[in-house]
Each structure stands twice: as C-alpha cells, then as structure tokens.
C-alpha cells in the first residue's frame, strides 16, 4: 500500500504531466500544420509523438511512484488535460507563437551573417580569381601570337623572296607536284573512307 504522501505527490505529478501533454500536443500541431508529407511520414510522425509521449508520461509516473498504476492516475491526467484547456492554452499559444517568430529571426540572422560574411566573400574572391587567369591566359596567347608573328613573319617573307628568285621551270614543277600531293591526298581519304564504310 502506498502512502498518502506518495498518492498525493503522484496526482500532482499526473496533473502536471497531463498539463504537459496538452502542451506537447499544441506545440506539435504547430509545428507540423504547414509540412508537406506523404502520408505514410504522417502516420509515423504521429506515432512516434505519441510514444514519446506515452515514455514520457511513464517516467514521470515512475519518479512519482515506482511505475504503480492506479485508477485515479487516469483521472488527474485528465484534469490537467482539461485544466490546460480551460487555464492554459490561449496564453501557451499566444507565448509559442513568439517563440516561433523569434526562433525564425534568429534564424534568419544567421543565414544573413553566413550569407554575408562567408558566402558573398567567396563567391566574390572566386569570381577575382576567374578574372585574374582570363586575363593571364589572354595575355598569354597574345604574346604567343605576337612571337609567331615575329618568327613566321621574316620566313614567310624569305619564301616570298626565294619564290620570286625561283626560276619559272622550277616554279611549275613546284605546282605540279603540289597539284600530285593533293591528288594522291584526296584518294588515300577516299580509299580510307571506303574502308570504313566497308567494316560497317
């Protein structure tokens, strides 16, 4: 038999715990109301709320009393269901609605901070660093254009020179052999070509 003590502290306690679960209850409809889920994550939310909470409720009824269950323990968790209800609940809402903005703003805070102190920084060094190798590799291929010029161009002018000097004999010859190149150029792409189709 348990004592008058222990039975008075265990109402209390149920009371209390059933107060919570009023609580627990309206916090998680808030919290869950604009959630897109598939229902199959609906239903496993919901049943894990409620072992939670049944856990929960267990502990407190186990710190009370050593986890006895009496018929009354039913009853005074009712009454602090209905007590929250009646006592509780428009002031709670009204209290986790400023809890949630200012969790919100918190947030948001954050966000701004890393937004502004991290990720504005890096994208601006990475876009300094995209523009520093464009410019080199321009600067790189107009010197390499530039010493081309500079080598190709006295050579180019050597042949133009050493064409003009070139005997009209030896300037025929030259083209008919580049006309034989190109001939002989233009079958071995065909022949290879013919091939090709033919292992097809």
């Known amino acids: 038999m348990t004592s008058l003590n222990v039975q008075f502290a265990t109402m209390i306690t149920m009371i209390g ?21 598939p229902i199959w994550l609906l239903y496993t939310t919901e049943i894990g709320f ?61 966000a701004n901070a890393v937004r502004i102190l991290i990720v504005i920084p890096i994208k601006g060094l990475f876009a300094i660093i995209v523009a520093v190798l464009l ?5 790189i291929v107009t010197v390499i254009r530039f010493l081309l010029i500079v080598i190709f161009l006295p050579i180019k002018w050597l042949f133009a020179i050493l064409w003009r000097l070139m005997p009209k004999r030896a300037r025929n010859f030259v083209h008919k052999w580049c006309k034989v190149y190109s001939t002989m150029k233009e079958s071995c792409s065909k022949f290879l070509k013919w091939i090709k189709f033919r292992r097809r």
């Open 50 to 110: 409620w072992l939670l909470q049944t856990a929960i409720l267990f502990i407190m009824l186990f710190t009370a009393n050593k986890g006895e269950i009496r018929f009354y323990i039913f009853f005074a968790g009712l009454l602090g269901f209905a007590a929250y209800q009646v006592l509780g609940r428009k002031w709670y809402r009204q209290l986790l609605e400023i809890l949630i903005r200012i969790f919100m703003a918190i947030v948001r805070f954050i």
């Open 135 to 139: 410019f080199l590799i321009q600067a």
């Open 17 to 37: 715990g059933g107060f919570y679960l009023g609580m627990a209850l309206d916090t998680f409809r808030r919290l869950t109301i604009n959630l897109r889920r």
